[in-house]
T-cell receptor, first 117, second 115 residues
Framework: GENVEQHPSTLSVQEGDSAVIKCTYS??????FPWYKQELGKRPQLIID?????GEKKDQRIAVTLNKTAKHFSLHITETQPEDSAVYFC????????????????FGTGTQLKVEL | EAGVAQSPRYKIIEKRQSVAFWCNPI?????LYWYQQILGQGPKLLIQ????????DSQLPKDRFSAERLKGVDSTLKIQPAKLEDSAVYLC?????????????FGPGTRLTVL
């Protein structure tokens, strides 16, 4: 099955600095890569996603890059703010049309991001 | 647009007791997922429904866990009997379909503590 590795497990940055979180996946059939932000005690919320036919996607201060050859994808947050502090999860999905048994979304182990004033 | 609803939000039970969780997905979403999130880990898929049929339950511990989505909308996840290691947050998610790259939207979860 799919294995998603995520690094680092904790990341502390100063307000205004950039933060980068990196993930690797094992199943070459994965074609959808969402990133979720989860604040303490709250639901995971999608912040950005990328599909396998795209190499990079940006939304204001957040960007994601995908290297399908190397099976790497990364989240970049620029100009970090205290409200960016949360746990971030990467995930990789093989869609049901390929599995024949439904979408298979596998999560990484999470990165605890702390933005310090 | 209303999000995914779950209840209860918190549940504390003794080991060997039974417990049930309820989920109402986003209107129009055919696919419903149940995940288990143990503290400090990412969510892990337990079962996936397309309308009222199961499309993947390969990671569901079927000796104690069961789930149903009888009318293709709401779903219930049951644990009977509960073990200490079942302490976790149980997340429900929904998406438009199970054969595309549609986003999964998560509910607030039910935090289960087994004593």
């Amino acid at each position: 099955g799919e294995n998603v590795e995520q690094h680092p497990s904790t990341l502390s940055v100063q307000e205004g600095d950039s933060a980068v979180i990196k993930c690797t996946y094992s199943d070459s059939a994965s074609n959808y890569f969402p990133w979720y932000k989860q604040e303490l005690g709250k639901r995971p919320q999608l912040i950005i996603d990328i599909r396998s036919n795209v190499g990079e996607k940006k939304d204001q201060r957040i960007a994601v890059t995908l290297n399908k050859t190397a099976k790497h994808f990364s989240l970049h947050i620029t100009e970090t703010q205290p409200e960016d502090s949360a746990v971030y999860f990467c995930a990789a999905q093989v869609t049901g049309i390929l599995t024949g048994g439904g979408n298979k979304l596998t999560f990484g182990t999470g990165t605890q991001l702390k933005v310090e004033l | 647009e209303a999000g995914v609803a779950q209840s209860p939000r918190y549940k504390i039970i003794e080991k060997r007791q039974s417990v049930a969780f309820w989920c109402n997905p986003i209107s129009g979403h055919a696919t419903l997922y149940w995940y288990q999130q143990i503290l400090g880990q990412g969510p892990k898929l337990l079962i996936q429904f397309q309308n009222n049929g199961v499309v993947d339950d390969s990671q569901l511990p079927k000796d104690r866990f069961s789930a149903e989505r009888l009318k293709g909308v709401d779903s219930t996840l049951k644990i009977q009997p509960a073990k200490l290691e079942d302490s976790a947050v149980y997340l429900c998610a929904s998406s438009v379909d199970h054969t595309s790259t549609d986003t999964q939207y998560f509910g607030p979860g039910t935090r289960l503590t087994v004593l």
